[in-house]
């Protein structure tokens, strides 16, 4: 993979089980950084990873990204700030499964500035900026997911997340 400059799109899911067969780890993230074009990633992160490291090991021209945590985090917060340092600036869209969140909102306020729409697990959000520079949420039905997922993400200029969402 390394060097693929024409590369838009890599999704690398490992179940947990697997990791220790086929030899995942932190250095699958490697390659990452010489994906210097790609647009969509969706990748496992694996327990010996440093959340501080992968946001910079994720290419800057990313736009959406979703991340199977394969390690529970002692806390949510302090995960997203030290992941938050590294991430690509114009990320619009966030997915994380496995994770436990217990405000949204102030992950997204203070750590993503981007930021359009957020997957946690099943639930989908849309990040609503008011006025006033405050933040709000609007979490999307079942029929809007199912349904009229595409439109919804071009309405949102968030067209590379539709493979983390269909």
């Known amino acids: 993979l390394r060097d693929r400059k024409d590369l838009r799109s890599f999704h690398l899911i490992v179940p947990s089980a697997d990791h220790h067969c086929v030899g995942?780890?932190?250095?699958?993230?490697?390659v990452l950084p010489s994906l210097i074009n790609l647009r969509s990633l969706c990748i496992t992160f694996p327990s010996d990873l440093s959340p501080s490291l992968a946001g910079w090991l994720i290419p800057r021209s990313v736009r959406a990204l979703t991340m199977e945590i394969m390690t529970q985090p002692i806390e949510d917060?302090?995960?997203?700030?030290?992941?938050?340092?590294?991430v690509p600036p114009l990320?619009?869209?966030?997915?994380?499964?496995?994770?436990?969140?217990r405000s949204l909102i102030n992950i997204i306020d203070r750590s993503f500035s981007k930021l359009r729409l957020i997957r946690i697990d099943e639930s989908v959000w849309s990040v609503i900026r008011l006025d006033d520079g405050?933040?709000?949420?609007?979490?999307?039905?079942?029929?809007?997911?199912?349904?009229?997922?595409?439109?919804?993400l071009e309405s949102l200029e968030c067209e590379?997340?539709?493979?983390h969402l269909v």
């Open 24 to 30: 995942f780890d932190a250095s699958a993230w490697g």
């Open 77 to 86: 917060l302090r995960f997203i700030n030290q992941l938050c340092l590294g």
């Open 91 to 101: 990320l619009k869209f966030l997915g994380m499964t496995n994770f436990p969140i």
């Open 134 to 152: 405050s933040l709000d949420i609007e979490q999307w039905p079942y029929r809007r997911i199912k349904y009229y997922t595409a439109a919804w």
């Open 160 to 163: 590379e997340a539709i493979q």
